[in-house]
Nanobody, 123 residues
Framework: QVQLVESGGALVQPGGSLRLSCTASRSISDIGYMGWFRQTPQTPGNQRDQVAVMDNQHRWNYADSVKGRFTISRDNAKDTVYLQMDNLKIEDTAVYFC??????????????WGQGTQVTVSS
């Protein structure tokens, strides 16, 4: 198991930058995937949309809407995953959640979520 704590959400103007952090309660070096998802009131069924995901080989995948603007990174020494968000747009406004996917010994996956951090982009 792992507990995830996000931080860094804030109110920012369009074009601004923020860095979100997600700190885990245990080593992340063997966690298969860690990533960021976001949820807005407009999202049907409280769905959380993938923003960026990185595996433990530092390979990453980004949503098309954030490519070139957001950067995900992980620091295994600090058990932390970051999301650097640049050139923020109003449509980036959402609650951002950190997620960890851990491969169990029996071959199944377990998913863990943080509590979320609010990012508001507004002039």
């Amino acid at each position: 198991q792992v507990q995830l704590v996000e931080s860094g959400g804030a109110l920012v103007q369009p074009g601004g930058s923020l860095r979100l952090s997600c700190t885990a309660s245990r080593s992340i070096s063997d966690i298969g995937y860690m990533g960021w998802f976001r949820q807005t009131p407009q999202t049907p069924g409280n769905q959380r949309d993938q923003v960026a995901v990185m595996d433990n080989q530092h390979r990453w995948n980004y949503a098309d809407s954030v490519k070139g603007r957001f950067t995900i990174s992980r620091d295994n020494a600090k058990d932390t995953v970051y999301l650097q968000m640049d050139n923020l747009k109003i449509e980036d406004t959402a609650v951002y959640f950190c997620r960890a996917d851990i491969l169990n010994g029996n071959g199944t996956w377990s998913t863990y979520w943080g509590q979320g951090t609010q990012v508001t982009v507004s002039s």
